[in-house]
């Protein structure tokens, strides 16, 4: 019997396991039907299958099962042996959000059916790569005994591993690989003593780390000759690991992060390792000598470790090596023309490195050799030359040469040209200029093409179009000028007219200086029907974007932000996912964008308007755009109520409309947007109480800022639920009361971890192979207006200021010890700042001052190491400021409008406290406020002359009839003398 379990060991060594059971052959053969009460069982398995593209069609009541997809049967007896239920997944990732779409819609789901108990002669099982989402592995699985291979990997499942998989003792293959977390764990590995014929091992992302008796592996399996355990959590790797493990070829440890600071010496002793994957392990120091004995690898992984020395002498004598990876590392030195001994090698990946020097031209004579990268490193070198040394033996076998970031030079010669295979080109990043070779218009493998970050000063050769597998090309951060003759040139040479695969195309941060409306013909526009992604952001872009249904018709990825873009907002097609137009110069109403046919929809996730000119009411229209996860409007000039609307947008995660002029309450509607983790809805004219429902609803939200508006009343307490908040800014406003004790309970600011380490979580669906902006928040910290973004996720601030808070600063408030800015500053807080304030050790900004606190300035505030700003000044602290180092280092004028002394005041009382007939130096040594008394008695004398003359005008009402009768008379006087 042949099928799917033909073993290829040679291929098992390099392939990645999950990739070896693609397809499965069926046997045609008429005389052989299938065995009835098998054909039941396979469809009661079916009808608990959830197949949302039908690829089970075939599998019909009345229907023949030895004739079904992904059924194998044996030639003779007719019984079941193998059932290939994998989803296809390609190998480099996916080229488009429709592609992976596709394969969303063709993954299985659903539950296992214990009927699969019946096929009683089942021993190939594969169901990877589909989505069996929140389910565990069915423990009925251990009681198909005849299994000998069994693949969930992908699959989805969740939970415990089953230790009842170990009664499978016929198992040769199990594959429990899990891509999400938390996925799968194990307690124990007790049930492995079951499967002592296992021969392939793959618990890749399984955790593992409760597993304390991992170490078993080194004698319940001696037949295993690939194990594969990365990214699955491993406490430590113990010095005597391996034992028993003589006929082990394939070992993967990457992506563990073990706190060993060198590779274990054990591993040194597998001299029968063909594949060793070590990766992203922080190992440190030099790239151990001892592997120079396994001369027996093909793959060798080291990347994404901390080695810092150079390549040694002794790795260039690996004659079999044919995968070798050694980027993101602290590598030194120069590349020896010895790696010409590399003779087996296809895949060289030196980048991220320190490298130096040039690319050898021995590199020329690795005639097996289709993949290079050597991207960021030290080195510095023409293109040209790296170009001749390559065509030795290379130019119709090179298929990638990354050079991104290699101080490359010069410009790229007609030799570019003859790497007829070449399908990824990206010397982006350097210094290259123009003239382009016409040559590259006949790479016509070529799918991947980077220019950005270089000089070219033109882009587009004549035979550009004949690139007819191109799929992306980026062309950004150069020196692009006349860009309308390009495109114009371009299009009427038909050069993208064959472009029919182009589906990603930057330009962004050129000089690009477009005249839409009076020299770009509409055909330029109607390119944009071939992108996925087009991005012209930060160029010089000016005019009107047509309003025409066809523009912009199947982009999934628009950004055409940071131009000069006029005039109303264009027509956008349902197919748009991601739009950003920030930065630009639209104006008028945002009515016709927003409100189009009521039976169209949208499929927006991300839509950023901030920055341009329109105004005008926002209409009721936003029904429509219930896919939308990001919506900015900020820094614009809409004005009137926001539209209650907004409450269907229950996807709704991060909500911008800082600085517009919208008014009235918060509309209530908004409480139905219950996974918002931003809210920025500063620098209107809102008024109103603070809802109480926003901490009632909002259990993720990380981000308020309600500060410049005209909400009132008190603080409610129902926002000490927000666990998650890390920025709360409710200033300058028109709030009173005190602060709620329960702020403890803001969990996210009382600790110092970071429970979100990265505030793009919101683009993550929509945008496939790039990364959009991240947010940014305007912050005052530090008396400093500055905007954050890519630390936002790092900052924790309080800003109550200016508003009209009074009572004393609660002491819980010294529990937010993760704390790193608050402001209280310009309010009528009274009483003593908390005792226990050093244990907010946290903190970088203080900003108490115009307060009507009093005391001391508690002697622990000098434990505050971070601290980097401090304003006290303006109230009624009194005695000496604590000693420390910090304290003292601080500017005066912190200090000042207080009853304090000692540095960085004067040794004496400042101000409040001086002796007016005599000098105050220390302040003008120290920094404290020098009084210049003169001024002081010219204000008394103004004091004592305004109210000698206006105390008795008023307290006696007969002098004030009298005082206003002679102001009546002598204006009556100087009127005439005008006439006159």
Known sequence: ME??????????????????????????????????SERHAILKFKQDLIDPSNRLSSWAVDGDCCHWVGVIYHNLTAHVQQLCLRTFHPLGGFESEEQYEAYERSMFGGKLNPSLLDLKHLNYFDLSFNNFSTSPIPEFLSSIKSLTSLNLSNAGFVGVIPHQLGNLSNLLYLNLKSSIFPGLYVNNLQWLLGLPLLQHLDMSGVDLSKASDWLQLTNTLPSLFDLRLSYSQLPFIPPTLIVNFSSLLTLDLSENQFGNTLIPSW?????????????????????????????????????????????????????????????YNNLQGIISSAIRNL?????????????????????????????????????????????????????????????????????????????????????????????????????????????????????????FGQLSKLHTLHIESNMLEHYTKIMEGAISKSHFSNLTRLTTFFAFGNQLTLNISDMIPPSIWNLSSLFIYLNLSHNQINGEIPNNPSILSTSSVIDLSSNHFKGSLPYISSSVIVLDLSDNSFSKSISSFLCFKMNDSKSIGYLNLEKNNLSRKIPDCWMKWNSLVVLNLAN??????????????????????????????????????????????????????????????????????????????????????????????LSHNKLSRGIPGCVKNFSAMATKNNSNPDMSFNHSNYYVGETLPLESELLVIKGKALEYSTILHLVKCIDFSNNSLSGEIPKEVTSLQGLQSLNLSYNFFIGSIPENIGAMGSLESIDFSMNQLSGQIPSSMSSLTFLSHLNLSNNNFTRKIPLSTQLQSFNALGFIGNKLCGLPLSNNFTINDVNPDKENKGSKHNGGLEVDWFFVSMALAFVVGFWGVCGPLLLNKQWIIMYFQFLDHTGYKLKSLVLL
């Open 267 to 327: 591993i040194f002793g597998l001299c029968n390792l063909v594949s060793l994957d070590l990766s992203e392990n922080y190992f440190q120091g030099p790239i151990p000598i001892d592997l120079q004995n396994m001369t027996s690898l093909r793959h060798l992984d080291l990347s994404l470790n901390n080695f810092n020395s150079s390549i040694p002498n002794w790795l260039y004598s690996f004659s079999h090596l044919e995968f070798l990876n050694l980027r």
């Open 3 to 36: 099928g799917c379990l033909g073993f290829l060991f040679l291929t098992f060594l390099i392939i990645p396991l999950p990739h070896y059971f693609i397809f499965c052959t069926e046997h045609i053969d008429s005389e052989v039907r299938c065995i009835d």
């Open 636 to 729: 614009n000039n809409f004005s009137g109520s926001f539209p209650t609307s907004i409450g269907s947008l229950t996807l709704l995660k991060s909500l911008h409309l800082y600085n517009n002029k919208f008014f009235g309450n918060l509309p209530s509607s908004l409480r139905n947007c219950e996974k918002l983790v931003i809210i920025d809805v500063a620098k209107n004219e809102f008024v109103g109480s603070i809802p109480s429902w926003i901490g009632h609803r909002f259990s993720s939200l990380m981000i308020l800022n309600l500060h410049s508006n005209n909400f009132h009343d008190h603080i409610p307490k129902e926002l000490c639920a927000l666990a998650s908040l890390q920025i709360l800014d």
């Open 343 to 463: 003779t087996s090698t296809f895949s060289i990946d030196l980048s991220e490195n320190e490298l130096g020097g040039k690319l050898p031209r021995s590199l020329g004579n690795l005639c097996n050799l289709r993949e290079i990268k050597f991207s960021s490193n030290n080195g510095s070198q023409e293109i040209s030359e790296i170009l001749e040394s390559l065509l030795v033996c290379l130019s119709d076998r090179l298929e990638i040469l990354r050079l991104f970031n290699s101080q490359l030079y010069d410009h790229l010669t007609d030799e570019l040209g003859l790497f007829k295979n070449l399908a990824v080109l990206d010397p982006a990043n350097n210094s290259i200029s123009s003239p382009l070779p016409l040559s590259l218009g006949s790479l016509s493998s070529l799918g991947y093409l980077d220019l950005s970050n270089n000089l070219f000063n033109e882009i587009v050769p004549q035979n």
